[in-house]
């Protein structure tokens, strides 16, 4: 008998004539989300999984394992794709592709002239800090707990172009969203031509107050470039509200799409102030996709896998997926603040937190613990080492159970008692 976990083994094997929905135990659809979601839907939203079920990989903030629809839409169009690469055939590729930016557009609230489906976060925040013209005399406004395709890439073409850079500190614990609001304000001046800041941290997970922040920048003519790679998938990101410039993610992450593939949000007012900088063939066929997407052969089959992964969670429900994260993680702070000596970098308030929560075991050396963690009790993390907020980081998302947060839980108790 062929268990589903031999997918991938299949998708390697280029001749097999298997489609993967013929393995015996391939999961079924995913149900209709019922009104009030129990452990028992989210052990069948599981079930669209590989997984093993004594595996538990809490890392969203890294990388997402796709579900079952995904995986057979991006089989199935691969398939076609190798059967027949001719152009003629290929043509319906396109096709795909702007039905994934349609169902990117429709998700975000915004519309398909608008959406750039990049390769990933990284390139798509390089797109923007290389795509406008900066010089002497500007000045970008930053957060420092932006990813180093943000911070990094602004500071190093700050060099470049001449323009400078202000770094808004985010102390620990989050401060609240006024401290970030009263920061901007300050930091902001009538030279500052862009602010960019993250949705939700990867570092300490502070949710910041996006759609203040954008509206302050607006008011003062400022661009922003709001970094979601860990908010898109996760949270109900409504972008018709929070009115960004740019606005940026990863399939790969929240999303539970495709591998390498991204989506990079440039609204209407923008569009003038921002060129191409990766400039190629094979463009998207409306608005800014005309001219930002132009780079070149992609993975069509893994575009047309982000829209499945869209629909997907769409199936389930946006402001479902976002609840079930955030008690994932609200369970999680609440045991790991019971432990002695766990220090958390997370603020417990979801006011201010999402569903990243980072933690100093005392004095646990952390990769080490981190390989324990994985070897002995099965469970996937992040760490963290260095003297900046050093620790674990787990980002529990929909494929994750209670009974998995328990686990988790014990397991750091386990090791903060007896050492690793
Ligand atoms: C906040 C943030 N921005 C950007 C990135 C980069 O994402 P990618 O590696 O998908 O380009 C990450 C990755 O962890 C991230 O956490």
Redesign the pocket.
Known sequence: MISRRDFSRLLAMSGSMLLPQQLSAWPAPLAQTPRGPDERFWLSVRDQFLMPPALSVMNA???CPSPAPVLEAMYRSTRDMDGDPSFDNRQKMSTGKEEARRLLARDLRVTPEEIVIA???????NMVSSGLDLKAGDEVVICAD?????NSAWMQKAKRFGYTVTVIKQPNPHPGAEYFVEAATRAITSRTRVLAF?????TAGDVLPANELCRLARERGVLTLV????AYGLFDVDLSEMQPDFY?G?A??WPCGPK?V?VLFVSSRAQQSIHPSIISAYPGAVGISRTLEAIGQRDEPAIIGFGEAVVFQTKIGRKVIEERSRSLAQALIAGLRRIDGVQLWTHPDPARSGAVVTFRPGSLDIPKLSAALYKNDRIGCATRTGSDRPGIRFSPHIYNTMAEVDRAIAAIAKYMKQGV
């Open positions: 903030a890294n990388l390769r990933n976060t990284s390139e798509a925040n932006n990813h180093p395709s943000n993250t949705h939700q941290t990867s970094d979601g790679a860990s940026t990863s790969h992450k390498e991204g």
